[in-house]
Nanobody, 124 residues
Framework: QVQLVESGGGLVQAGGSLRLSCAASGRIFSTYRMAWFRQAPGKQREFVAAIRWSDMLTHYSDSVNGRFTISRDNAKNTIYLQMNSLKHEDTAVYYC?????????????????WGQGTQVTVSS
């Protein structure tokens, strides 16, 4: 089992930047992929970005491609989400997730473990 703890959320003006962190512990060696999802009030949880553990292959949603960057620090068992050029519509609770076996990259149901979430608010 993998435990995930997010941090780094906060309030930022439109056009600004934030970096989210997700520290992983437990059976990390079994991880296939880790990802970020987000959920805005009244909306479904949506995929943001993912990184494959073995080769760091990344994948982004169209809405954040070119503005957000997902990365991994092996030594710290931590993944990051660097968010630049933030927009009001990026406001949401951001969740870190991990997947033990190869599933559908952008489907929340295919992920096995989740963090508690961190709030990101972008003022317009």
């Amino acid at each position: 089992q993998v435990q995930l703890v997010e941090s780094g959320g906060g309030l930022v003006q439109a056009g600004g930047s934030l970096r989210l962190s997700c520290a992983a512990s437990g059976r990390i060696f079994s991880t296939y992929r880790m990802a970020w999802f987000r959920q805005a009030p009244g909306k479904q949880r949506e995929f943001v970005a993912a990184i494959r553990w073995s080769d760091m292959l990344t994948h982004y949603s169209d809405s954040v491609n070119g503005r957000f960057t997902i990365s991994r620090d092996n030594a710290k068992n931590t993944i990051y989400l660097q968010m630049n050029s933030l927009k009001h519509e990026d406001t949401a609770v951001y969740y870190c997730a991990s997947e033990l076996t190869s599933g559908r990259t952008s489907y929340a149901a295919d992920y096995d473990a989740w963090g508690q979430g961190t709030q990101v608010t972008v003022s317009s």
